[in-house]
């Protein structure tokens, strides 16, 4: 948060929400997002046939294109010549070895492709599931595809870009000093109402349920981990909203688990319409009333390593191509996640592959001493060039420990960063240890967890 921003009366912070939200749409909602949000909305109903030939036509020019300007990809094959799309597809991926994670991280200044200027690309961190953060480039129109995806799930649900809203994400927009409500901040241009996920403890939380049913809202949208802690807010007071006043709830950035969608879903009165997606804009799923993820076919390819495999699914790693990353392209991507691939179609109707279930990561909050709990510290390493891996470990409710395999670049300084950023979202008056290791430790699915709380872990 802006030095300056804080020390603004709130309609003054409400005045730069507003600016900011603003910004935010000009630069989100292009010319160029509303021309593949309609051709999308088109090719959606194809049949599979019709959409396999899309995906054919993107992944020839793409593996084109890497081949020419992506040095990392100087020596792909050819695209396969087959006529028939599928056949095509499978071929040419097949001549392709799949991309690890640690072959980007050792390698990443080879992904970006030497004929755009990085000056008009986009930078971000890669996701966090391996606690290795790496920048990532796109281009303004492969980030236009990805809030096309988006929308073109919104829409389906009834729902629209002008609609009022509520937000329960990452923005630092309620000063942490702040004690009394509100702990929310409203964006007049996009009709939204930002609450903020730093702000909710106990004694907190009858505020948010009052504000959560007074503010005119279409759909919710967040993550899980705030969106079910509002949802045991509104259920344990007995006040869950009216069912059917919200059309929908879109969870974003982190896995949605069972427990949290059912809290969710008797709590906000409106269905959770999941989306699967990677900073890297190499995937994207997005859910169908029926619960599956269907992959946006026009955005990417889905492949699965199987392991397991009957008559209804296969199951097993994921390997996610991009279908337009110009800037910095992934192919045959071992994500780090795990999926179930349905054999039959859906019930919805939509063609092309669609997923029961992907098995994303499960993190614990970190709770401050003063009782709130913070979600998705992930975050806070995602900027953090300097850190390889970091992990926090907290077993008492004053302190945590960050376990930092450092880079060769680290030094006081990016430490005192690291620090400050912690600082930015749990308080001044928490204990921070950092111990610089060589390793950690993975889970026994393969996973390194960004949190491990023995205090923060909030089950079914
Ligand atoms: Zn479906």
């Known amino acids: 948060m802006n030095q ?47 959409l396999r030939a899309i995906q054919w036509r993107l992944l020839d020019r793409q593996v084109r294109r890497a081949r020419e300007h992506v040095p990392y990809y100087q020596s792909l094959p050819l695209p396969s010549s087959a006529t028939e799309p599928a056949e095509a597809i499978g071929e040419t991926l097949a001549a392709i070895a799949p991309l690890e994670k640690s072959t980007y991280r050792d390698r990443w200044r080879e992904f970006l492709a030497r004929d755009l200027s990085p000056r008009n690309l986009l930078r ?15 281009t303004p129109e492969r980030v236009a595809e990805g809030y096309a995806a988006v929308w073109r799930q919104r829409r389906a649900c009834g729902v629209s870009i ?17 004690r009394r409500p509100p702990f929310w901040r409203y964006n007049s241009y996009g009709r ?24 005119p809202a279409r759909y919710v949208q967040g993550y ?9 807010a509104l259920l344990d007071v007995g006040r869950p909203l009216p069912s059917g006043r919200l059309a929908a709830v879109f969870p974003s950035s982190e ?22 997606a990677a900073t890297e804009l190499a995937v994207s799923m997005t859910a169908c009333a029926q619960r599956r993820l269907h992959v946006d076919m026009e955005f990417c390819i889905v492949e699965i390593e199987p392991v397991e495999e009957t008559d209804e699914y296969v199951r097993g790693p994921l390997l996610v191509t991009g279908l337009g990353t110009d800037a910095s392209p992934f192919l045959r991507y071992r994500i780090g996640d795990v999926g179930t691939r349905a054999k039959r179609p859906c019930p919805c109707g939509r063609a092309g592959d669609a997923f029961l279930d992907i098995d994303g990561r499960v993190e614990d909050y970190v709770m401050t001493p003063d009782g709130r709990l913070i979600g998705r510290m992930d975050h806070v390493f995602k900027g953090q060039f300097d850190v390889a891996e ?12 960050v376990l930092v395999v ?11 960063q690291l620090v400050s950023e912690l600082r930015s979202r749990l308080g001044a008056e928490i204990e921070i240890h950092v111990r610089l290791v060589d390793g950690i430790p993975r889970e026994p699915n393969g996973k390194l967890r960004a949190v491990k709380s023995s205090v923060g872990r909030i089950g079914p």
């Open 4 to 50: 300056f921003y804080r020390y603004l009366p709130i309609p003054l912070q409400n005045l730069a929400c507003s600016w900011a939200g603003y910004r935010r749409s000009v630069s989100r909602f292009t010319p160029y997002f509303h021309e593949t949000l309609a051709r999308w909305e088109k090719s959606v109903g194809e049949p599979l046939d019709a």
């Open 124 to 138: 971000v961190a890669t996701s966090g599931t391996t606690g290795t953060p790496l920048p990532v480039w796109h």
């Open 162 to 178: 002008d609609d009022p809203h509520m937000t329960f994400a990452g923005q630092m927009i309620v000063p942490l000093h702040q």
């Open 192 to 215: 939204q109402t930002l609450f903020s996920v730093y702000h909710m403890s106990q004694q907190n939380m009858p505020a948010y349920v009052d504000a959560i049913h007074t503010t």
């Open 224 to 232: 899980p981990s705030a969106l079910h802690l509002a949802a045991r």
């Open 255 to 276: 896995s949605l688990l069972g427990f949290q969608r059912d809290a969710i879903e008797k709590a906000f009165g409106a269905p959770v319409f999941d989306h699967y």
């Open 390 to 401: 970091a992990q926090i470990l907290q077993d008492l409710k004053t302190a945590i420990t």
């Open 406 to 416: 450092p880079r060769p670049s680290y030094s006081q300084r990016s430490q005192k």
